[in-house]
């Protein structure tokens, strides 16, 4: 399939490219059309500190390419990417090497969620960088079943938030299984976010969700401004484009490199669910 038509369909609609080159024009795209970016270098749980030096190396490339073309865009990092799975320190340190060439330009950086066993790890790293350069934002799963606790210690820290759903498969003794139980997960944690967090951003394709959003932003005084709108590339470009004519932020990950396929094909292994929508979002939205 990774070399098929259809092989080349899916990449070229959910993933910018295989090049760094190919994922800037994509984020010229986006902001000639009024969306911000985050962009992500593919390529999680290396094995070797050579390709976590790599993950490091294309991270600040991506940065300096960023700063070149005065693209107003956030970096997202998966801590395996450092190194997490092979020396505690020397992942702290590219991660902190990241953040703090990030701060330097005034850019932040997006520290993404992996399965449940890396939670409590990414948290301690992402309060950390906090508190060294205050330019980091933390991913949030809301089917996971401690996240409502990590939100309140995320808010009382002023760190800010990304709320995802989440997609990983996860058991039940740590995660719920029911969409239901997910959906009122994620809207009390969104609510939560409007109370008391900083910079939220409300992650999701759910449109009645994101209409939520906008109710609960207005009745608590924010402005546009004071939150944002996050999407996968490739999804729900009308509602994107929808949300920014109404003067909301919207920020769109943009993901790249040559790691696209075992990327797709484990995102669709974790939720087979993902193998429909994907084939819906190829084939109309």
């Not at 002023?158 to 239901?180: D, H, M, N, Q, S």
């Amino acid at each position: 399939m990774e070399e098929s038509g259809g092989g080349e369909r899916i990449r070229s609609r959910f993933v910018a490219g295989q090049t760094l080159g190919e994922a800037i024009a994509a984020c010229r795209e986006l902001r000639a059309a009024g969306i911000l970016a985050t962009l992500d270098h593919l390529g999680e749980n290396v094995t070797t500190e050579a390709d976590a030096d790599r993950s490091l190396g294309a991270a600040l490339t991506a940065l300096g390419e960023l700063d070149r073309e005065g693209i107003a865009a956030t970096i997202s990092v998966k801590l395996t990417q450092f190194g997490m799975d092979l020396d505690a320190g020397l992942f702290r340190n590219r991660a902190e090497a990241l953040a703090g060439t990030a701060a330097a330009s005034d850019r932040r950086v997006e520290i993404d969620m992996e399965s449940s066993r890396y939670t409590a790890a990414t948290l301690e790293v992402a309060g950390r960088l906090h508190g060294m350069f205050g330019n980091t934002r933390a991913v949030i799963q809301a089917y996971l079943k401690r996240s409502a606790g990590d939100i309140d210690r995320l808010n009382s820290l002023g760190i800010p938030v990304r709320l995802c759903k989440g997609a990983y498969l996860e058991g039940p003794e740590v995660a719920f299984a029911a969409k239901t139980d997910v959906d009122a997960s994620y809207r009390r944690l969104m609510g939560e976010l409007f109370r008391r967090g900083s910079s939220p951003a409300i992650a999701t394709h759910d449109e009645a969700i994101i209409d939520e959003a906008i109710a609960l932003a207005s009745a608590k005084g924010l402005r546009p401004e004071d939150f944002e709108f996050q999407m996968l590339y490739g999804v729900r470009r009308e509602l994107q484009q929808r949300l920014v004519s109404r003067g909301y932020q919207v920020r769109v990950y943009v993901p790249y490199g040559e790691a696209w396929y075992p990327y797709f094909m484990r995102r669709l292994a974790e939720r087979p669910a993902n193998v429909w929508f994907a084939i819906r979002q190829i084939t109309g939205e």
